[in-house]
């Protein structure tokens, strides 16, 4: 599916709180899914002044670009498919845009001339249903960084939301402003 609108709830966590989470919604019993999530921007930054961000995300062999923008019902998402050599010439400086990602560009007023590589994140995923959602608990490293996170995938805003609170609360966990992973990997950077 080239768009998909992707309604979705995140928590930063603490490592003790992503322990208590992973044991509480019985997350050992899951495939460990793999992932690393190569990013890109402009050097001045035009996708995330748009609230928007581009990346490949590599996962099972595969390989997948992703252009997200916000969407008055979360995030609306393209994707299109790559080849491991398209991946590979993507970081390398080679950007071929497939016809989806190319069309949504080419109405922000971005060529594939003007995107830079950022880098990659890598993360060690799990993932259940639970009360007709999606609840996700993520271990992240980029640089010398290493996070934790909850996220939880939903058909509906109010229903999502509803067992978002719910897990947070039941677990004592505070809600925590959570900037998605691009944000947080560029961030490091400029920490750095």
């Known amino acids: 599916m080239p768009q998909e609108i992707e309604i979705e709830f995140k928590n930063l966590l603490t490592e003790a709180e992503f322990n208590q989470l992973y044991k509480s919604l019985d997350m050992e019993n899951t495939p460990v899914i793999q992932q690393v999530n190569h990013y890109f921007e402009t050097k001045?930054?035009?996708?995330?002044?748009?609230?928007?961000?581009?990346?490949?995300?590599?996962?099972?062999?595969?390989?997948?670009?992703?252009?997200?923008?916000?969407?008055?019902?979360?995030?609306?998402?393209?994707?299109?498919?790559?080849?491991?050599?398209?991946?590979?010439?993507?970081?390398?400086?080679?950007?071929?845009?497939?016809?989806?990602?190319?069309?949504?560009?080419?109405?922000?007023?971005?060529?594939?001339?003007?995107?830079?590589?950022?880098?990659?994140?890598?993360?060690?995923?799990?993932?259940?249903?639970?009360?007709?959602?999606?609840?996700?608990?993520?271990?992240?490293?980029?640089?010398?960084?290493?996070?934790?996170?909850?996220?939880l995938e939903a058909h509906s805003y109010a229903h999502g939301e509803h067992v978002f609170q719910s897990v947070l609360s039941e677990h004592g966990i505070g809600k925590r402003e959570t900037p998605n992973k691009i944000q947080r990997f560029y961030d490091s950077l400029?920490?750095?």
């Open 44 to 151: 001045d930054f035009q996708l995330k002044q748009l609230g928007s961000a581009l990346r490949i995300r590599e996962k099972n062999g595969k390989f997948q670009s992703t252009l997200k923008q916000p969407h008055a019902d979360g995030l609306l998402e393209t994707h299109d498919e790559l080849t491991e050599q398209q991946a590979k010439a993507w970081l390398q400086g080679k950007i071929t845009l497939g016809p989806e990602i190319s069309k949504q560009l080419q109405e922000l007023g971005i060529s594939a001339a003007e995107l830079v590589y950022g880098g990659a994140l890598e993360t060690v995923r799990r993932e259940r249903r639970y009360l007709e959602t999606t609840v996700v608990l993520d271990k992240s490293t980029y640089g010398s960084t290493t996070d934790y996170e909850l996220e």
């Open 190 to 192: 400029q920490n750095r």
